[in-house]
């Protein structure tokens, strides 16, 4: 009996929104890694080639001290990598998504809720308001 409330303690909490959207959200983002991941190996990275020489700088200002390594390049090479990731997105993504809200603001491109709605809806939207008006 009691194996049977946990399970359905452990349903409902599987199925509740947030759960769901958590687990659609990161199943999008590691997908979405590939597209920047692909948008920094495949133009960025041969851009700085193009221009230093070298697609990587982790090799920069090595030096050794009583047999231990220090690689302040590794450090660079890391800050960089960040740096053209936040860049790969904002360019790619954030911008383009804040230039569609503003059209949207504006009315020049109509929202997605602009569409007729359905026999269905507008059965529901009939109920919801006859409900409303008797409390």
Known sequence: MEALQMLKGFKEFIMRGNVVDLAVAFVIGAAFVKIVESIVAGLITP?????FGK????????????????RIGLILQAIFNFL???????FVIVMPLNKLAE?????????????PLTTDQQLLTEIRDSLRQRS
Do not use: C, M
Request: hydrophobic residues 45%; charged residues 25%; negative net charge.
């Open 84 to 90: 053209t990731v936040a860049a790969a997105v904002y």
């Open 47 to 51: 851009l700085i080639a193009a221009i």
């Open 55 to 70: 697609p990587d700088i982790s090799d920069v200002w090595t030096f050794q001290i009583n047999n231990a390594d220090f």
């Open 103 to 115: 059209r949207r603001k504006r009315g020049q491109e109509p929202a997605p809720d602009d569409e």
